[in-house]
């Protein structure tokens, strides 16, 4: 037997064995199709007990018994900016917004059920400190977060792309990768990666914008006379309508479940008197009507006959009301940038990014 003919054999046993395998991968998928549109799990998806299923939306907010999980299931996390009485489909596009996440597609060989995959999607919500959000497309028509009841034919996934503290990575994007194809094996699904080069771009690029409106203002308060006792202070701040938190912190709320600003007695939690206090404005987490910096000022200044102290910057030096004029209107500039790059301060998007 020559040289070509053993060259030919060795190809041709090659060739069937790359067929049979082949075959065999085709006959493997189709059984696990066959075994998933007849399994005992499921039954009709739409109707039970000859009575059409109720499909309550997965409260993210918590304040739902709908959205309550199972034992051993961890909890849809809240979103910033949404109450339970946003619609499905505003919550979908905020849980999934292709401005600030890594939008991945995961195709289904069949419509699944909610109470199916939620369990398995909920072992994916974070890669190092960027959230994971899963939407579904339901049977009539509609993007909505994943529910229990809720019956799909499409999934996708978002990773949010940057945060207050770093872009997402090389590393976390490949974890990502990783774990999101056992999640898609798991529910038939098949993902669709987007290219690891383009999506690191895109992160860095959302990154510099988070750091270069990560900004902060504060207002000093320093009393005129002795500090001032913790427990007459307290009063004083409860007076003027601020919260005071368990761990310290002292909130004034907005009026909707949000809040406009803090303010911190800046010693310990134990100390028994302080003699300066400072309020702060989170600029990118609170929307433009809401006026924070100038409800901050005059908060400060109503605490200043309270309290008998002096508004002063960082050095101590008193700030005028020109000074305080100035700075609002560079608050006003400042919206307008976050509002031309779609990120509206104050906004779902901009809460997600910057709390």
Same mark, same amino acid.
């Given at each position: 037997m020559t040289?070509?003919?053993i060259?030919? $054999?060795g190809a ?8 049979? %395998?082949y075959?065999k991968?085709q006959?493997h998928k189709?059984?696990k ?13 739409l109707?039970?007990g000859?009575e059409a ?6 409260d993210?907010?918590?304040a739902g018994a709908a959205?309550e999980?199972?034992e051993?299931?961890?909890a849809e &996390? ?5 109450? &339970?009485d946003? &619609?499905?489909?505003e ?6 917004d292709?401005?600030i996440?890594c939008?991945? &597609? ?6 699944v ?17 960027k959230?994971?959000?899963?939407i579904?497309?339901?049977v009539?028509?509609d993007?909505?977060p ?5 019956v799909?034919t499409? *999934?996708?996934a978002g990773?949010?792309? %940057? ?5 997402l990575n090389e $590393? ?5 990768v990783?774990r999101l194809r ?5 529910i038939g699904?098949?993902?669709e990666?987007p ?6 771009g ?6 510099r914008?988070v750091s270069?409106? @990560?900004?902060q203002l504060?207002v ?6 002795a500090?001032?006792?913790?427990p007459?202070? $307290?009063?004083a ?6 919260d005071v938190?368990?761990? #310290?912190?002292?909130?004034m709320p907005?009026?909707?479940? #949000? ?7 800046n010693?310990t939690?134990?100390?028994d ?6 309020l702060?404005?989170d ?7 809401r006026d924070?910096f ?9 605490l200043? #006959?309270?309290?008998?102290a002096? $508004? ?8 005028? @009301?020109e ?5 609002? #209107?560079?608050?006003? @500039?400042?919206?307008q ?8 301060a104050g906004?779902?998007?901009? *809460?997600?990014?910057f709390?």
């Open positions: 040289d070509l003919q060259s030919l $054999i041709m046993t090659v060739f069937v064995a790359g067929v049979f %395998a075959n991968w006959e189709a059984k199709s066959v075994e998933r549109a007849f399994s005992s799990e499921h039954d009709d998806v109707m039970k000859g299923r109720t499909e309550p939306v997965f993210l907010s918590g959205a999980p199972a051993g299931q961890a &996390p809240s979103l910033p900016g949404v109450t &339970p946003t &619609p499905p489909a919550l979908a596009s905020s849980l999934v292709p401005l996440d939008m991945i &597609p995961l195709a289904l060989e069949i419509a059920r909610g109470d199916k995959i939620l369990p398995v999607l909920q072992t994916l919500r974070h890669v190092g400190n959230a994971i959000h899963f579904g497309l339901h009539n028509g993007w909505e994943i529910a229990h009841g809720g799909y499409k *999934l996708q990773v949010q792309m %940057a945060t207050r503290s770093t872009a $590393i976390e994007y490949s974890e990502l990783t056992a999640v898609a094996d798991e699904a098949e993902p990666i290219d690891m080069i383009e999506v690191m895109e992160a860095r690029t959302l990154y914008f270069g409106h @990560d900004a504060g000093n308060l320093m009393s005129n006379g500090a001032w006792a913790m007459t202070l $307290i009063g701040l409860e007076k003027q309508g601020f938190r368990p761990d #310290g912190r002292f909130v907005d009026g909707d479940g #949000g809040q406009l600003f803090t303010l911190s007695t010693v939690l134990g100390a008197t302080t003699a300066r206090l400072t702060l404005l600029v990118p987490c609170v929307a433009p009507e924070g100038g409800q901050m000022v005059a908060c400060a200044k109503a200043v #006959g309270r309290l008998d002096t $508004i002063v910057d960082d050095g101590n030096q008193p700030l005028m @009301d000074a305080l004029a100035e700075i609002n #209107g560079q608050v006003q @500039d400042f919206y940038e976050m509002e031309a790059a779609d990120i509206p906004s779902t998007r901009a *809460l997600r990014l709390s």
